[in-house]
């Protein structure tokens, strides 16, 4: 190499010695400081990786779909056998099944996360995780419907509505489909999947930590050897309970989605897994992502390899039955393996009536896996599954309502969906509320409401504490939560240490006695909910808060946010959406592993909210002080309830000194760097936005001359978006 080339070289922005490249070449940053705060989650998903023009509007595209054409094309398929990934039995309604189990079935009710809803199957790690093996033929037997229909039909949507269709020409009558999964073009980088660093590590169920749902990484539920591949049915059992509950099953629909998923297809393990190429992602580049080519025989067929296991449960694998059922109940199981050596159970002294996938003449004896005599073994799945083994058509039912439960349940409520199959029957875990039947305020009703708000004598931080309280439990992942039906009047919300139950409950009297008497004086019917008011409280506070700043505001509002029922809220699945933290309000619990400015960003990231959008609702509330329990740390100002970039300026003041406090080692002391003297306090949720440089850039921005109106500006566009996030009827 002479000196030019190599001056060339050192000018290339790709390191091409390097065996694994990163755009711009060499080290990244996240390998040089790996604890650095992932700010960059906040940047998923804009239109900067979408290839749809902008204002796209999937609702209104779906609109226009020919959906009974299309159904009829999925129908279609299913018996259309390809050369080059032959249908078992003739039939490609099992595959499509589990492809829409599987897209679905990454849903868990801690954090929202994971699920259908936005066509993640498409992407790594989803793509080639272990459990997923040979989906990737499923989705290339659907592209040539998906190209006919384009833009028309979501891949999310298709993805389930294949797998209906396929339930539908094997006998079984469905509970509904509603379309409306909007597809996204990159992978989310936000969900925890798990620490492990390998495939198939069995997690115990004393390490079996939240928000993860499946026992193994790489999996969607459980081994279906049994946990560690233990072969046992019993503690099988405790597994598949914990993480079914997890993604929000019982053990009535826990039963019926085994017993009816199992009802059809069979599983795949005609020789080794070792003859299995290499998964779609890590697969080479003249494989275009088809992943996972078996070298054995004409590796597909009878030839295919899977999961390794080789069952087929039923007598007609094509056709709804009862024969799942029946087969577990009728023979006593003998432990054997499969050619590829997983364990897997037969039926013992039971005759030759399994049909082969492929080969008319050949019948085999029942066989099952280990997780499905659990079914058996496990006492409360016993008495289930004996009364759908005796009650076919409740068994039928149950599977109807569990697999719509499965395949809708993160889409939020039912206003969602889209098409001429959704279901009339409003379901609790829809999280329903009532519908508006009455005349709403106009402007002039609001400005009056909004003075008689501020006429009751609460404060700025209490009008705006309880409408974040309210707005902020939303969670984009499956859009639940926010401030719509007022659930923080209701168990379990109310009694959330983080909404501080006291302050709550004098608020809430004091917009009940405003509601009442705008009742008493309205004409025409008028009425306004305690979910509307909430937000109009929290709006009338923050433009109070502006004005003793010096900025006059006039938030935008809009009415018809109803109020839910105590018997329309399903406590338990919000049991699990309570506050362990909220940075916006300086509030979490004692003990939390995760350090606070990683759920502050994980908090944000679930209000889709962007980085300088974060930035600004952070400093803003701080300058109004909506800290749980009135807690100063953070509120960095001599004007407290005053919405004013003051807090951001004092925080990268370089006057003040900051070192960990010695009591409490999440807190935070600042002296005055020249005498000593004490000034504020805070935590890692507040010196993020100094220490960050990321966030210290744009914090910068809010605290410059020229952006004490920017800042208020900003935070009020902020504030409106997370107050309507839930408001469907309004963006879709």
Known sequence: MDAN?????GKCPFGHGASKLTVGGGTNNAKWWPSSLRVDLLNQHSSRSDPLRQGFDYREEFKKLDYEALKADLRALMTDSQIWWPADFGHYGPQMVRMAWHSAGTYRLADGRGGGGRGQQRFAPLNSWPDNVNI????????????????????????????????????????????????VWEPDMDVNWGLETAWLQHRPLEDFSGPLGATEMGLIYVNPEGPGANGDPVSAAHFIRETFKRMAMNDEETVALIGGGHTFGKTHGAAAESHKGPEPEGGPIEAQGFGWTSGYGTGHGADTISSGIEVTWTQTPTQWSNFFFENLFKFEWVQTRSPAGAIQWEAKDAPDVI??????????????????????????????????????????????????????????????????????????????VPDVDHPLIDEADVKALKAK????????????????????????????????????????????????????????????????????????????????????????????????????????FSPGRTDATQAQTDVESFDVMEPVADGFRNFAREGLPVPAEEMLVDKAQQLTLTAPEMTVLVMGLRAININTGGATHGVLTAHPGTLSNEVVVNLLDMATEWKQNGADKTLYDGKDRATGAPKWTATRADLIFGSNSVLRAIAEVYAQGDAKEKFVKDFAAAWTKVMNLDRFDLHG
């Open 5 to 9: 080339t190599e001056a060339g070289a």
């Open 453 to 556: 708000i501020l006429a009751t004598g609460l404060t700025v931080s209490e009008l705006v504490g309880v409408a974040w309280a309210s707005a902020s439990t939303y969670r984009h992942g499956d859009k639940r939560g926010g401030a719509n039906g007022a659930r923080i009047r209701l168990a379990p919300q109310k009694d959330w240490d983080a909404n501080e139950p006291e302050k709550l409950a004098k608020v809430l009297k004091a917009l009940e006695r405003v509601q009442f008497e705008f009742g008493q004086e309205a004409t025409g019917g008028k009425k306004v909910s305690i979910a509307d008011l909430i937000v109009l409280a929290g709006n009338a506070g923050v433009e109070q808060a502006a004005r003793a700043g010096g900025v006059e505001l006039n938030l935008p």
């Open 355 to 432: 049909p082969d996938p492929f080969d008319p003449t050949k019948k085999k004896k029942p066989t099952m896996l280990t997780t499905d005599l659990s079914l058996r073994m496990d006492p409360e799945y016993e008495k289930i599954s004996r009364r759908f083994l005796n009650n076919p058509q409740a068994f039928a039912e149950a599977f109807a309502r569990a697999w719509f439960k499965l395949t809708h349940r993160d889409m939020g409520p039912r206003s969602r969906y889209l098409g001429p199959e959704v279901p009339k029957e409003v379901l609790i875990w829809q999280d329903p």
């Open 136 to 183: 990737d033929k499923s989705r290339r037997l659907l592209w040539p419907i998906k190209q006919k229909y384009g833009q028309k039909i979501s891949w999310a949507d298709l993805f389930i509505l294949a797998g209906n269709v396929a339930l539908e020409t094997m006998g079984f009558r469905t509970f509904g489909f509603g379309g409306g999964r909007a597809d």
